[in-house]
């Protein structure tokens, strides 16, 4: 039997026992807790990388913004600025980019208002066409991409220091012009003419050092020049008229002012019988008599290569200034035969002919 000494012992034992197994308890309880906290807060690798990814995606799918601006509307100037939207299409980056269309529409003291505009709409890309547009978006920006087109002279236009030396943050496509090719083509078409007007905008940087060019070419082969200068389509009448019996024939590099009022410029040359020899196709197309001049498609086709080029990630650094690449003679047949001046048919099957 037990005593009561013993009774008393044994719950004082059990007494010690159910207390350590509470406190075990606790113990685990107290770990168990602390094991789930992090599960909680954890993120599923996968799930990160799939949120990661998507925000990248989201980031990556805003469209590369290129604007495109011009000094004014002229056949010349618009057919580089289209060439440039459908060689883009055609290269397959319109998913990628963004266009914007600018034209000062004859007004130059509007083109720095619209850089500072297209600068503050964080455009991504500047592609000015023509020398003073070009110009006005060099004084706007030194860090926004620019990628020009039809610069003529762009070493003379203070745009770039050279054309292998593209180390700032501006390059493009010059058009300058086969000066010496078309006067070497008036002495085959119009071999009797021996003294040639220069009619062209003194303003105009492309202009004044084609007619410098000009110049140098007739004072090495025999030739003498006129000159009869303009500062607007206003003048364009009186300058051609002024030179009317003066002169054999007429002599206008790629020249934006003259370009514009095309019809005004032949309409003053033909009253007076005088082949008209010019820098562009499209002035050709509009009257002009010939030239061996610059295809705008070529390029426009160009410069949107050039453009696709560092919009894949290229610098400016590895896309120097690059020449036009093809040149191409063309002739207005109408022109020819209002003038009077037959061309042989062997000779023409040379030329791209327009005004048939």
Avoid: W
């Avoid at 113990?27 to 807790?33: D, E, V």
């Avoid at 060099?138 to 593209?166: H, K, L, R, W, Y």
């Avoid at 290569?305 to 200034?321: D, F, L, S």
């Amino acid at each position: 039997m037990m005593t009561q000494k013993n009774t008393k012992t044994l719950i004082k034992k059990f007494g010690i026992l159910a207390l350590i197994l509470t406190l075990a308890i606790s113990m685990l309880a107290g770990c168990a807790g602390k094991t789930e906290e992090p599960a909680a807060a954890e993120t599923n690798p996968s799930e990160q990388t799939q949120a990661t990814t998507q925000e990248e995606s989201t980031v990556s799918s805003d469209p590369y913004v290129i604007a495109i601006i011009q000094p004014m509307d002229h056949p010349s100037l618009n057919e580089i600025r289209d060439t440039i939207v459908s060689e883009l299409s055609a290269l397959s980056l319109d998913d990628q980019i963004e266009i914007k269309l600018e034209n000062a529409n004859g007004d130059g003291s509007m083109l720095p208002t619209i850089m500072q505009n297209l600068l503050a709409e964080n455009v991504d890309m500047l592609v000015p066409i023509a020398t003073p547009t070009a110009q006005a978006a060099m004084a706007a920006t030194d860090s926004v991409p620019i990628v020009f087109s039809a610069v003529s002279n762009p070493v003379e236009a203070g745009v770039v220091t050279a054309f292998d030396q593209t180390t700032g943050n501006i390059t493009g496509v010059s058009n300058a012009i086969a000066i010496e090719d078309i006067f070497a083509l008036a002495k085959i078409l119009t071999p009797d003419a021996k003294t040639f007007g220069f009619v062209y905008n003194t303003s105009e940087v492309n202009s004044a050092t084609g007619i410098e060019r000009a110049k140098a070419y007739c004072d090495a082969n025999d030739l003498s020049y006129k000159e009869a200068t303009i500062t607007g389509t206003a003048d364009i009448q009186q300058a051609v008229s002024s030179l009317i019996g003066e002169v054999d024939a007429l002599f206008t590099p790629n020249d934006n002012t003259v370009a514009s009022a095309m019809a005004t410029y032949m309409q003053a040359a033909m009253s007076g019988s005088l082949p008209t020899y010019v820098g562009a196709d499209s002035m050709v197309k509009d009257g002009a008599f010939a030239t061996v001049g610059i295809d705008y498609t070529v390029l426009g086709r160009q410069t949107a290569q050039m453009i696709a080029r560092i919009i894949g990630g290229e610098t400016i650094a590895e896309n120097h200034v690059e020449q036009i690449s093809e040149y191409s003679k063309m002739i207005n047949i109408g022109t020819a035969n209002a003038l009077g001046l037959e061309i042989p048919e062997d000779t023409l099957k040379d030329f791209l002919i327009f005004g048939e």
